[in-house]
T-cell receptor, first 116, second 109 residues
């Protein structure tokens, strides 16, 4: 079945540095990818919707200059957390929608970010 | 490999009870999540089980058997608004989420 991967799985960084997280659809082309943030035992909070070749659509309250999203190809979207601070520590999850007759949303395994 | 299995689609009647099963094979286990997702919306957290047994929360209950690699989500007194996809996800030994493909639940009047 379709698989979505994320890299890295874990990242620990110092405050003020930038971190890039990759989301890849491994065996399908994803016209749309989503980026979520999850706090422990809580719902996934949609941060932005990313469409290949166009600018991402950010949800209200999400700073687009801080969370840079680039959907460079139909199989890759990246989320860059710029000038990360401890409050950005979280579990970031991406998902991708496969096209075709029946759109299906597939979720990635998540990337755990810890900012010191 | 790691995998999560859940039925693709289920149909139930308003007011009835439905049980959505989830079986898993993962490298390690750090808990199992159930989410509800309405079309076009982000998944909403329903439950988290890490110990064997039944967790009840209002109309929704979730059960876990670690030895059997099995969980179910039980929905009682079904309402039309319960029509949604229900996602089972397991956190493995690396604290990565392994996702099921989701069960689309259709509620009929």
């Amino acid at each position: 079945g379709a698989v979505v991967s994320q890299h890295p799985s874990w990242v620990i960084c110092k405050s003020g540095t930038s971190v890039k997280i990759e989301c890849r659809s491994l065996d399908f082309q994803a016209t749309t990818m989503f980026w979520y943030r999850q706090f422990p035992k809580q719902s996934l909070m949609l941060m932005a919707t990313s469409n290949e070749g166009s600018k991402a659509t950010y949800e209200q309250g999400v700073e687009k200059d801080k969370f840079l999203i680039n959907h460079a190809s139909l199989t890759l979207s990246t989320l860059t957390v710029t000038s990360a601070h401890p409050e950005d520590s979280s579990f970031y999850i991406c998902s991708a929608i496969s096209g075709g007759r029946e759109e299906t949303q597939y979720f990635g395994p998540g990337t755990r970010l810890l900012v010191l | 490999g790691q995998n999560i299995d859940q039925p693709t689609e289920m149909t139930a009647t308003e007011g009835a009870i439905v049980q959505i099963n989830c079986t898993y094979q993962t490298s390690g286990f750090n808990g199992l999540f159930w989410y509800q997702q309405h079309a076009g919306e982000a998944p909403t957290f329903l439950s988290y089980n890490v110990l064997d047994g039944l967790e009840e929360k209002g109309r929704f209950s979730s059960f876990l058997s670690r030895s059997k690699g099995y969980s179910y989500l039980l929905l009682k007194e079904l309402q039309m608004k319960d029509s949604a996809s229900y996602l089972c996800a397991v956190m493995d030994s690396n604290y990565q989420l392994i996702w099921g493909a989701g069960t689309k639940l259709i509620i009929k009047p």
